[in-house]
Structure formats: C-alpha cells, structure tokens
C-alpha cells in the first residue's frame, strides 16, 4: 500500500502547473494542415456593464466566425472560453457567466441556423473563470465537421431550464472528429442539470470520471456495466486538463486522476473558478478511441471459449 500511494503521489507531482489562459499543450502538436486555432480577446470585459459583456461576448464569436472563413478549416469542433469573474453577479438574476452565455447564445443561434441545429453540430467547450479582466476565448477548427456526442446521464446544456440563465450554455459534452479522436469538453459533477455531491472533493471526482467514462461509452458503445470498471474507459484519455477553485485540493485532485487515468501522456492542472460556486474540480481532455477498441479486441481474445 505505501508504494502504491507513493506512485500516485509521484504521479500527480508530475502535473504541469498552467498560470496563462492559452490552449492545452496538445494543441501545439496538431499538423496545421489539419486544423486551425483562432482567438479572440474582449479587453477590460470584467469593467463592461452587463448588456456591454453580452454584445461583447456576442460580437467576439462574430470575429471567430469571420477568422475561420478566411481559414482553411471553417468548422468549429472545440471552444475554449476564460470568463472573467465568472460568478459574480452581474444584473437581476444573471451572474457573468449568464451574461457571456446570452451573448454565445445569440452568436450561436445565427452560426448554425438556429437552436435547433445545436444538438447535431455544435461544438464542446469549456467555460471557466479567472481573475483577471479580459474575456478570452481560442477556437480549434478542422476541415470537416465534428460529430456531437451526449452524456446520457446529463440533460444537454442547451437544454437547461432557465434556473442557470433566461438563455442557456451552448456547447456539446464531447466531439468526435472523423477518425478515433474525440474532444471532452469541461466535465463535472452534474447529474441531469444539478450539482450533486456539494462540498465533498472525492465524491465530486468519482461523478466527474462517471461522466467523462460515460461519454467514452456513448462514443463508442462499449456499455458500462458492474464488471467494467471505469479505468478500462478512461485508459482512451492521453491529455487531461484539471481546473481547480481551491489550491488546497490541487494534490487530492492529482492523486484521483493518477489512479483513475492509466494512460496519461499530460495532465494540466490550472488554479481557475468554476461557472457554479459548488464545483470543486472541472476536467476536460482527449481520448484516443482506437486504444479502447484494440484493448477490447485483445480482451475478447483472451477469454476462454464456453463449450
């Protein structure tokens, strides 16, 4: 038990610290023959008014669309959005992640022709906060669209009743790219629409991985069953990215994911706020599909025959 603690211990000290609002590293390594990664930054967004952050946020995607026309690769599979002082209150009812999400709203609703096209073609995102004072927000794009892929245990955001915004958050849970790369986006501790396990780290963490497996099931339709256990799913992953309200839990959070995650390349872990204040850790990340399938294949060879 002490040495198994102490790789776990080894490997969460392995982390990489992120301290800017850039991309994952991963993205670096994509051929730019095959993708392009855009930005746009709203300068001085936390000093905006209200209605000023929604137009702002609306007229920021607006210039992400005009930069992917211009580009080689015009469809969206992948948003990365830093909200500054995201749960502050902003007006009547409406935090700042509200106000930013009826901006994307609105951007969104003329990108894919209308809500009802975001089940089928919008793309994954995160949305996370900092403290600082800018609205930044980096676009992966690819030749071909990507395919949307739903949690089943959780209601699409798009489709949140109005306790979380008089317009809701716009984004798929996962997207799959042609081949056997697929996109998770930010992952938490949600059930349907709710927050579930509040103020408990480690339970917060085993719903996190139920929720990232899950999409790893849906994508490929290995189905979780009470002999399957989640390592098996989450060995698909090779680059995660841990978000983290309290530096206090950073360690705990590190050790869940070593034990859980068996085939990590990278794990980022950036100090940032959460767009709900019970969250304690958000995790997003890349999952190869063709290691799960060659591990099944390799598990269905080695399985005795029944006579």
């Known amino acids: 038990m002490p040495n198994a603690i102490s790789k776990l211990e080894s490997a969460a000290a392995n982390a990489t610290l992120v301290r800017d609002l850039?991309?994952?590293?991963?993205?670096?390594?994509?051929?730019?023959?095959?993708?392009?990664?855009?930005?746009?930054?709203?300068?001085?967004?936390?000093?905006?008014?209200?209605?000023?952050l929604e137009q702002?946020?609306?007229?920021?995607?607006v210039s992400i669309a005009r930069q992917l026309a211009r580009a080689g690769h015009r469809h969206a599979v992948r948003f990365w959005n830093h909200v500054p002082q995201i749960t502050d209150p902003a007006d009547a009812g409406r935090d700042n992640y509200m106000v930013f999400?009826?901006?994307?709203?609105?951007?969104?609703?003329?990108?894919?022709?209308?809500?009802?096209?975001?089940?089928?073609?919008?793309?994954?995102?995160?949305?996370?906060?900092?403290?600082?004072?800018?609205?930044?927000?980096?676009?992966?794009?690819?030749?071909?669209?990507?395919?949307a892929v739903s949690n089943p245990r959780q209601v699409a955001p798009y489709h949140y009743s109005q306790r979380f915004g008089p317009l809701p958050p716009c984004f798929a849970r996962a997207t799959r790219l042609g081949g056997d790369?697929?996109?998770?986006?930010?992952?938490?501790?949600?059930?349907?629409?709710?927050?579930?396990?509040?103020?408990?780290?480690?339970?917060?963490?085993?719903e996190?991985?139920?929720?990232?497996?899950?999409?790893?099931?849906?994508?490929?339709?290995?189905?979780i069953t009470p002999?399957?256990?989640l390592p098996r799913l989450l060995a698909a992953f090779t680059d995660l990215r841990v978000y983290y309200p309290s530096r206090r839990d950073a360690a705990e959070i590190g050790a869940a994911v070593a034990a859980q995650?068996?085939?990590?390349?990278?794990?980022?872990?950036?100090?940032?706020?959460?767009c709900r204040p019970e969250l304690l850790v958000e995790i997003e990340g890349i999952a190869d599909l063709s290691a799960l399938r060659a591990a099944s294949v390799a598990t269905a060879a080695a399985t005795p025959k029944q006579a």
């Not at 670096?28 to 209605?51: I, M, Y």
């Not at 901006?103 to 906060?129: L, N």
């Open 181 to 206: 790369l697929l996109l998770v986006g930010g992952t938490a501790s949600v059930r349907g629409e709710d927050s579930v396990h509040l103020d408990d780290l480690a339970s917060q963490c085993r």
């Open 56 to 61: 702002q946020a609306f007229e920021a995607y």
């Open 208 to 223: 996190t991985f139920l929720n990232m497996a899950t999409l790893i099931s849906a994508a490929t339709g290995v189905k």
């Open 261 to 274: 995650f068996p085939r990590l390349a990278r794990l980022e872990m950036l100090h940032a706020d959460l």
């Open 227 to 229: 002999s399957l256990k």
């Open 22 to 52: 850039a991309p994952p590293a991963w993205t670096a390594g994509l051929a730019p023959r095959d993708f392009t990664l855009v930005s746009a930054t709203v300068a001085g967004a936390a000093d905006l008014a209200p209605a000023d």
């Open 101 to 147: 999400n009826a901006g994307r709203f609105r951007a969104f609703s003329d990108w894919y022709g209308g809500p009802a096209h975001f089940e089928r073609d919008v793309a994954t995102a995160t949305a996370t906060g900092h403290w600082g004072k800018d609205l930044v927000i980096h676009c992966l794009a690819t030749g071909r669209p990507g395919a």
